[in-house]
Nanobody, 119 residues
């Protein structure tokens, strides 16, 4: 059974930083992709970043490019999301996902962690 557990969410002021972690169980990250999605209140879920398998190629949505960084620790089977220069519009529940590809149809997802950006 594949299980993903996110951590690191919380309340942060605009301009601040947070680091999210996603521990993956039952699925090897090293050969597969890791991704982060988010869903803001009243909005649809959107994919914001993804990192591919062995080559580690990264993709970012324009709205987070230059502020967010995805990384992976294969030894810990964990994907990270470093978020800097946070804005109120980044407020959302953040979900990690893994599969053999990047995209909306990724099979394995966590339950999410809430990030609130507010003064």
């Amino acid at each position: 059974q594949v299980q993903l557990v996110e951590s690191g969410g919380g309340l942060v002021q605009p301009g601040g930083s947070l680091r999210l972690a996603c521990a993956v169980f039952g699925f090897t990250l090293e050969d597969n992709t890791g991704a982060w999605f988010r869903q803001a209140p009243g909005k649809e879920r959107e994919g914001i970043t993804c990192i591919t398998g062995r080559n580690g190629v990264t993709y970012y949505k324009d709205s987070v490019k230059g502020r967010f960084t995805i990384s992976r620790d294969n030894a810990k089977n964990t994907v990270y999301l470093q978020m800097n220069e946070l804005k109120p519009e980044d407020t959302a529940t953040y979900y990690c996902a893994t599969d053999t590809f990047c995209g909306d149809g990724m099979r394995y997802r966590g339950k999410g962690t809430l990030v609130t950006v507010s003064p």
